[in-house]
């Protein structure tokens, strides 16, 4: 089974960057596809960003585009979500997914094979 553990959340003022990281044990998780979802205080979880690691492919949620960048490095079995020019509603909790089949699209959550346990983001205006 594959274990996900987030960091790198806290507390920035709009306009500012934060890279989060999700690190992976398993030797499986080399074959996964890995995604980042959020879940804004009082809404449900939606997605972020995701990255097909065979295929090297991204997606992104249009609210994010041009601002948040999903990157892997293997070597640390770590996952980054780079955050730049933050925003008040960026605010939520962040979590990163795995997925053993995933050929890109649309990702639900209920669709993930693998959470974290989540990083906290607050976005101060």
């Known amino acids: 089974q594959v274990q996900l553990v987030e960091s790198g959340g806290g507390l920035v003022q709009a306009g500012g960057s934060l890279r989060l990281s999700c690190v992976a044990s398993?030797?499986?998780?080399?074959?996964?596809?890995i995604g980042w979802f959020r879940q804004p205080p009082g809404k449900e979880r939606e997605f972020v960003a995701t990255?097909?690691?065979?295929?090297?492919?991204?997606n992104y949620a249009d609210s994010v585009k041009g601002r948040f960048t999903i990157s892997r490095d293997n070597a640390k079995n770590t996952v980054y979500l780079r955050m730049n020019d933050l925003k008040p509603e960026d605010t939520a909790v962040y979590y990163c997914a795995a997925r053993s089949t995933f050929n890109g699209g649309l990702w639900r959550p209920w669709e993930s094979d693998y959470w974290g346990q989540g990083t906290q983001v607050s976005v101060s205006s």
């Open positions: 398993g030797r499986t998780f080399s074959t996964l596809a």
């Open positions: 990255l097909d690691w065979f295929g090297y492919s991204t």
